[in-house]
DNA sequence: ATAAACCTTAGAGTTAACACTAAGGTCAAG
DNA sequence: CTTGACCTTAGTGTTAACTCTAAGGTTTAT
């Protein structure tokens, strides 16, 4: 299987392919006699984990090392996995009570302001960025 | 005051004080004979603006649309600045979705593994990255 | 008068995950 | 036998919000 077929089969660019190769996610395949790189079940098998790695949050980086895992699991324990995981998962609830901070903070502009076309001389959102008390602390 | 007071007094870095000014977010102020930037109050009004529209969330060229709205008051509406308000809060709640998914992922596969110290080759969250049903649709 | 601390500009580097471009070689079909 | 679809590499561009570097001029204190 060439490049273009894998990619397709996976739903990803061969770019992105060629990208994971350097970076160390895909396997260096074995090329034809003209240098094309010949695909065979196990890229494609490595692909689908990238893909479900991403699809939970991980991060290229982060999958590199559990794709290092699980080529090696005799050396690597169920532990270091797990701790991977929940340290992501810590990292991910972080950004999520920081953005909450942003909606709640957004949602209390938005209902103080009229909205109407008026012009925006009172409008009290301009007014809460201006002022130091503007927003409840 | 020079640009190192101003900066000290915001809590900001001089270098994003002059990166602000070049993105057009902050006034480009007077310079004295020897062509040090002169900062005053109207300065550090515009810094403070800066840095509560980031506190809730926006981005410096949201930012930027928000001081070009509140410079010229007169021209524009409480519906245009409501409208930016919640559109951001919009995408704001679009990405914590999306986290929330990658939270939840995450958290069923940290539950499935034992954690423990023995070697990974059984390891769920592993067998689930691997295969097509590891993870519940 | 000299050292430390400040200021100036222009430009390069950082992070993530690719996308895009150029310049060229290869392969299948008609 | 040539067109079009595919492949190769190397290198640049993208986004955000700065940070850092180099090479130099200024101010302040001793
Ligand atoms: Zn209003
Ligand atoms: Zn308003
Ligand atoms: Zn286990
Ligand atoms: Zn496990």
């Known amino acids: 299987m060439r490049i273009g077929e894998l990619a397709k089969q996976v739903d990803m660019s061969t770019d992105a392919l060629r990208y994971y190769e350097q970076q160390g996610l895909l396997s260096a395949p074995l090329r034809n006699a003209s240098g094309y790189r010949q695909y065979g079940r196990k ?3 490595q692909l689908r984990f990238i893909r ?20 090696e699991k005799e050396q690597h324990s169920c532990q270091e996995v797990k701790d991977l995981t929940l340290k992501k998962r810590e990292l ?7 953005l909450q901070r942003f909606h709640a ?17 009172h409008c009290s959102i301009l007014t809460a960025l201006e002022d130091i008390d503007g927003l409840t602390q």
């Open 43 to 45: 890229h494609m098998a």
């Open 52 to 71: 479900r790695a991403k699809d939970v949050g991980f991060s290229l980086e982060e999958i590199a090392e559990l794709l290092k895992i699980n080529f």
């Open 92 to 98: 991910v609830a972080e950004r999520i009570a920081e």
């Open 105 to 121: 903070s957004l949602s209390q502009l938005a209902e103080q302001c009229c909205g109407s076309s008026a012009p925006a001389q």
